[in-house]
């Protein structure tokens, strides 16, 4: 770890503040420099074209990781992508967020523990490595021994991220708001409380120890997975103690034959069908860094879950009647229930329903074929993408799904990128028919 990694983390209002209007000067000049060149070229362009530069995702990913907490956090959001949407070049910048955050320096590290712990939080621990192993938008984690030799991970906050919450993602919806990217009349407010909702719990790290404690024992009966346990006397509210559990990256399944790639893939994707239909409870984070490969026992590490959250029977049943439909290749029924999933608005389907009948069309003929599905076939891609521009482009059609399918399909988008990353192949018709078909009736019932 080179020390360029270490920058103090800016945790008063007014410097966080500051550091927002430094990103909003730098992207506005970037805007103003792209547009003269295009414009010496004879081109025309849109707002949003000169807001989406490679020149401009460096700008708001370095800004970001040096802000960390929820600006990180919703840069991050907006990084899970594999390119369908945005194009691979910015993709690829701004996915340097999963892993870019800048280390706290030693000293506000120690101020941190001190505040959770006491002043004399050295002598609890044989040996604590003060250089983290692993930093993210909230918090860094360091390795820590305790004196009875009992391997520690230890997740400590960033000072400042909690209290920041409210005013980063107003700053960042300013910020998407004055790049032009979104229509003036969309109404965006219901996602970004339920956003900062979700950031709350994520700061709050005694309710992630319960909800590791949760997921132990839902997954109780899958020795797929393991998870770490808690360490309840070290808990504090912005200090989380776990077990360490060693691991490699999940992206070293990379290296893992085709079939230690399925499988690993095929547990990954009926964890989350039950987290959505069984459990009714759903970690909506699929942030890779969240996953961890042992290839020794062949078993998927499962950590941070924070962003951990129920399900509403309402969001559940609506999948469920998508998933139905397609499943019957029923296309009326499909185009219902992706309005009622919230997918869909009646006047996008007013205005360009031959399209989306045609969008759907291609999804259903590649997601519906029997057998194992292969994520790395991208080529139906394109076709889509093309239908879904000329759509995109009516920005007086958009509207915002309910803020509880945006977290959801978070998570299930997610879980689909990291399957084309690994090139695997899933029973995916049949693991999703298997959730959601009715069980045939048993002898005696009707």
């Known amino acids: 770890m080179t020390q360029s990694r270490y920058r103090k983390v800016p945790s008063g209002r007014m410097a966080r503040l500051a550091s927002f209007g430094q990103l909003a000067g730098g992207v506005a000049g970037g805007m103003i420099a792209e547009g003269a060149r295009r414009l010496a070229d004879g081109q025309r362009p849109q707002l949003s074209d000169l ?20 600006a990180m956090k919703l840069g991050q959001m907006i990084s899970m992508d594999g390119g369908d949407v945005l194009p691979p070049e910015l993709a690829a910048i701004l996915g340097r967020l999963r892993d870019a955050a800048h ?26 490595e003060t250089t983290p192993i692993a930093a993210a938008s909230i918090g860094q984690v ?7 030799g009992r391997l520690l991970a230890i997740k400590v906050q960033y000072p400042g991220v909690a209290a920041s919450i ?53 997954l109780a009966d899958d020795p797929t997975f393991i998870l770490p346990e808690p360490v309840e006397e070290l808990c504090h509210e912005r200090v989380l103690a776990m077990d ?49 490969w042992q290839a020794r026992s062949q078993k998927i590490v499962l950590l941070d879950f924070g962003a951990a959250m129920a399900v509403s029977d309402h969001t559940a049943g609506a999948y469920r009647r998508v ?69 995109a482009a009516d920005r007086a059609a958009w509207h915002a799904p309910p803020a509880e399918t945006l977290f ?39």
Do not use: C
């Not at 807001?51 to 460096?58: D, E, F, I």
């Not at 709050?204 to 404690?213: G, L, P, S, V």
């Open 51 to 70: 807001m989406l530069t490679p020149a401009n995702a460096l700008r708001v990913t370095e800004q970001l990781s040096r802000l960390r907490g929820a």
């Open 103 to 128: 280390f706290m320096p030693p000293a506000q590290l120690h101020r941190v523990l001190e505040g959770a712990w006491g002043a004399d939080w050295r002598q609890r621990f044989a040996h604590f």
């Open 323 to 391: 998933a139905q439909a397609g499943l019957s290749e029923d296309l009326p029924a499909l185009r219902l229930a992706l309005v009622e999933a919230g997918f869909l608005s009646p006047v996008l389907l007013q205005r360009h329903g031959p399209a989306i009948d045609e969008m759907i069309g291609v999804l259903l003929r590649h997601l519906g074929r029997p057998g194992l599905f292969d994520f790395a076939d991208r080529a139906f891609v394109e076709q889509v993408r093309q239908k879904a521009e000329t759509i």
């Open 142 to 148: 360091h390795r820590a021994t305790l004196r009875d």
């Open 244 to 292: 360490f559990i060693p691991g490699q990256p999940i992206e070293a399944l990379q290296q893992a034959s085709q079939s230690v790639r399925d499988r690993a893939m095929a547990a990954l994707i009926g964890l989350t069908l039950r987290e959505l239909f069984e459990f009714g409870y759903m970690q909506t984070d699929p942030n890779f860094a969240n996953y961890r």
């Open 408 to 446: 959801v399909q978070r998570k299930v988008s997610g879980m689909a990128l990291l399957a084309i990353r690994l090139s695997a192949r899933a029973p995916l018709r049949d693991m999703v028919a298997q959730m959601v078909d009715p069980a045939p009736a048993g002898p005696g019932q009707d």
């Open 166 to 218: 409210d005013a980063d993602v107003d700053n960042v919806a300013s910020l998407l708001r004055l790049s032009g990217l979104l229509p003036a009349g969309l109404d965006i407010a219901p996602i970004l409380a339920k956003a900062k909702q979700q950031l709350r719990d994520e700061a709050d790290y005694r309710r992630e120890a319960d909800q590791m404690r949760r997921y132990r024992a839902l």
